[in-house]
């Protein structure tokens, strides 16, 4: 009897944590690209020196996390043009763990329920 009250009361305890992470997924924000880089993002996402051809500059502000769910959805990133958007988005996909907006991205590819 003493277990099941204690896994009831840690599943009652979790769902306002899942709830409350839910939300904060989509206000959370990414840099594009991480600040004091000096860098521009090639096509593929890549960071590149600013000289390189076809390369885009970094975005004068960060994604919000619902931003970027719309655009892995289809939808380009508010104020960039399509192949910019694309660019942007592939740097995003490439964030790893310690990079400024990994957490942010990873939160958005969790399943929701």
Not at 8 to 34: D, F, H, K, W, Y
Not at 56 to 68: A, H, K, M, N, W
């Amino acid at each position: 009897m003493l277990i099941g009250a204690v896994a009831t009361s840690a599943v009652v305890s979790i769902r306002p944590a899942l709830a409350q992470t839910a939300g904060s997924v989509l206000n959370c924000t990414i840099p594009v690209p991480e600040r004091g880089k000096g860098m521009f993002i090639d096509p593929a996402g890549k960071l590149v020196s600013p000289d390189t051809p076809g390369a885009f500059p970094p975005s004068p502000r960060d994604f919000t996390g619902e931003e970027v769910r719309q655009a892995l959805q289809g939808r380009n990133l508010p104020g960039t043009s399509r192949e910019q958007s694309r660019a942007y988005i592939n740097y995003i996909r490439k964030l790893q763990n310690g990079q400024s907006g990994f957490t942010c991205y990873a939160s958005l590819q969790m399943p929701r329920r």
